[in-house]
């Protein structure tokens, strides 16, 4: 891996995790994590499974480091490795059949369901869901709203990305495939 995208990844995700620190909870203590937005952009834009697997162990670090659900620590850390292999994939398999712009919205709202299923699945059979709520009933409440949000939120990132990477020398040395 190149020392370039290393840096430039962790940059993606730092920004990421602030983002995730000043978001207010919204559904039942929740919050729209920017930094699994975040984590769907810099897997998209390194092309590296490599790399995918350190965004995703480094992702599920930091949001288990700052989860208030009860019992998402372990849930977060397994939910980013799965998700992270599942979004890598997927953006493989679409690679050329579909326009970047239109490969963001869907594996920003598939990958968020996955992500959302694995985080309640894992705390459910861990520690239980808090508040005696079902699994289907916070997979409603939450994850189909954050999946929403998700895909505006990743559409945007991926955006500005791009256009502060073709406007920076960086452009053509780090990111290749852009």
Same mark, same amino acid.
Not at 10 to 19: E, M, P, R, T, Y
Not at 77 to 84: E, F, P
Not at 113 to 134: D, E, H, K, Q, W
């Given at each position: 891996?190149?020392?370039?995208?290393?840096?430039?990844?962790?940059?993606?995700?730092?920004?990421?995790?602030?983002?995730?620190?000043?978001?207010?909870?919204?559904?039942?203590?929740?919050?729209?994590?920017?930094?699994?937005?975040?984590?769907?952009?810099?897997?998209?834009?390194?092309?590296?499974?490599?790399?995918?697997?350190?965004?995703?162990?480094? +992702?599920? %670090?930091?949001? =288990?480091?700052?989860?208030?659900?009860?019992?998402?620590? *372990?849930? &977060?850390? @397994?939910?980013?490795? !799965?998700?992270?292999?599942?979004?890598?994939?997927?953006?493989?398999?679409?690679?050329?059949?579909?326009?970047?712009?239109?490969?963001?919205?869907?594996?920003?709202?598939?990958?968020?369901?996955?992500?959302?299923?694995?985080?309640?699945?894992?705390?459910?059979?861990?520690?239980?869901?808090?508040?005696?709520?079902?699994?289907?009933?916070?997979?409603?409440? +939450?994850? %189909?709203?954050? =999946?929403?949000?998700?895909?505006?939120?990743?559409?945007? *990132?991926? &955006?500005? @990305?791009?256009?502060? !990477?073709?406007?920076?020398?960086?452009?053509?040395?780090?990111?290749?495939?852009?």
């Amino acid at each position: 891996m190149n020392l370039k995208r290393i840096v430039m990844a962790s940059l993606f995700i730092a920004i990421g995790f602030i983002f995730r620190m000043l978001t207010p909870p919204v559904l039942l203590g929740m919050k729209p994590d920017f930094l699994l937005s975040m984590m769907f952009v810099t897997i998209l834009l390194f092309d590296d499974y490599k790399m995918t697997l350190l965004i995703g162990g480094i +992702v599920g %670090i930091l949001t =288990a480091v700052t989860t208030t659900f009860p019992g998402g620590q *372990i849930a &977060n850390i @397994v939910d980013k490795l !799965i998700t992270c292999q599942c979004v890598f994939l997927a953006f493989r398999l679409l690679n050329e059949k579909v326009n970047s712009q239109i490969k963001v919205l869907i594996v920003s709202f598939f990958g968020t369901i996955l992500s959302g299923s694995a985080f309640l699945s894992v705390a459910g059979l861990l520690f239980g869901l808090p508040g005696g709520n079902t699994f289907t009933m916070l997979f409603m409440a +939450v994850v %189909i709203p954050a =999946a929403i949000a998700n895909v505006i939120i990743t559409a945007i *990132i991926y &955006n500005a @990305v791009i256009l502060a !990477i073709k406007r920076t020398p960086l452009y053509g040395k780090v990111f290749e495939k852009i």
